[in-house]
């Protein structure tokens, strides 16, 4: 209600008309345009579900040595030098 103030439950879909879309550029690993990835719905979809499962796990995950988030480009994207987390069982209190 904060952004559409008093008429935040009405039906104007108008309101979206002219918002710029993210662009399939940004984020590279998917690329964009004639040779987008064709398994990129079901990659992020995956990706979505996996951290859906591992976050209410019950698990810690935490990052050992304090990760840049450098990448190698590759046919394959992966992080430069590995990404080492150490999982711990969260302390129910």
């Known amino acids: ?12 879909p108008e309101r979206f008309m002219g918002k710029a879309e ?7 690993a998917f690329w964009g345009g ?4 064709l398994g990129r719905s079901l990659a992020l979809m995956q990706m979505k579900l996996a951290m859906s499962i ?8 935490d990052d050992e040595i304090g990760h ?3 990448l190698l ?5 992966s992080m430069k030098g590995g990404f080492p987390i150490l999982i711990t069982e969260k302390d129910e209190k």
């Not at 993210?22 to 590279?28: Q, R, Y």
């Not at 004639?34 to 990835?37: A, G, L, Q, Y």
């Not at 591992?54 to 995950?61: M, Q, R, V, Y």
């Open 1 to 12: 209600e904060q952004i559409w103030v008093d008429d935040a439950e009405a039906f104007r």
């Open 22 to 28: 993210i662009s399939p550029f940004k984020f590279p």
């Open 34 to 37: 004639p040779r987008m990835c």
């Open 54 to 61: 591992l976050l209410t796990s019950g698990l810690s995950f």
């Open 68 to 70: 840049s988030g450098n």
């Open 73 to 77: 480009w590759r046919l394959t994207m």
